[in-house]
């Protein structure tokens, strides 16, 4: 059964600095999306990576997939207060079925 | 392009009470799938269409939900009789053949009392 973690679950920090969001899953997949969602909101598609050694960048996130190591980061540079929400990492087993993770809760302080 | 609609946004029963949910995909998206949320948590699959086929509803609580998705187009969620544990967010998404990826609807909040 696949599992897909992330850490941390939440996350409090300074405008300005920089921190990495984690999520790994247990079984081999080339599939993984990352999404944001608001409160009382739906999920905002951010990134989609489908192969190892992926990067993709929009702004201050940027996200990559280890495939090898069942990892991806979802990085944030110098934060601003407008980069709170929840983030969820997503994978795909290949059958269309996505596996979401937990969440992380970022709260961005001014 | 339109996204993905949803209606009612909100919905508040009392439990024994039937409750239904509509989901509109985006144009030309063959594949729709019900997901539920409860709070602070991710989505969690409950069924998926292929047109108007239902290929994966292992989720799906059979004997209190239903579902279906007459021409392949729009997808009702129904749910008879709701409990309080079906208090949730209820999310429709749907994807093309060509992309695998998933673009979600506002979401049906449900609160049963």
């Known amino acids: 059964e696949l599992k897909v973690e992330q850490n941390p679950l939440f996350l409090s920090m300074q405008e300005g600095k920089n921190y990495t969001i984690y999520c790994n899953y247990s079984?081999?997949?080339?599939?993984l999306y990352w999404y944001r969602q608001d409160p009382g909101k739906s999920l905002e598609s951010l990134f989609v990576?489908?192969?190892?050694?992926a990067v993709k960048q929009e702004g201050r996130l940027m996200a990559s997939l280890d495939t090898k190591a069942r990892l991806s980061t979802l990085h944030i540079t110098a934060a601003v207060h407008d980069l709170s929400a929840t983030y969820f990492c997503?994978?795909?087993?290949?059958?269309?079925?996505?596996?979401f993770g937990t969440g992380t809760r970022l709260k961005v302080l001014a | 392009e339109a996204g993905v609609v949803q209606s009612p946004r909100y919905k508040i029963i009392e439990k024994k009470q039937p409750v239904a949910f509509w989901c509109n995909p985006i144009?030309?998206?063959?594949?729709l799938y019900w997901y539920l949320q409860n709070l602070g948590q991710g989505p969690e699959l409950l069924i998926r269409?292929?047109?108007?086929?239902?290929?994966?509803d292992s989720q799906l609580p059979k004997d209190r939900f239903s579902a279906e998705r007459l021409k392949g187009v729009d997808s009702t969620l129904k749910i008879q009789p709701a409990e309080l544990g079906d208090s949730a967010v209820y999310l429709c998404?749907?994807?093309?053949?060509?992309?695998?990826?998933?673009?979600f609807g506002p979401g049906t909040r449900l609160t049963v009392l």
């Open positions: 998404a749907s994807s093309s053949r060509i992309h695998n990826e998933q673009f």
């Open positions: 079984t081999t997949s080339d599939r």
């Open positions: 990576l489908l192969s190892n050694g």
């Open positions: 997503a994978v795909d087993r290949g059958t269309y079925k996505y596996i």
């Open positions: 144009s030309g998206h063959n594949t």
């Open positions: 269409y292929e047109n108007e086929e239902a290929v994966d």
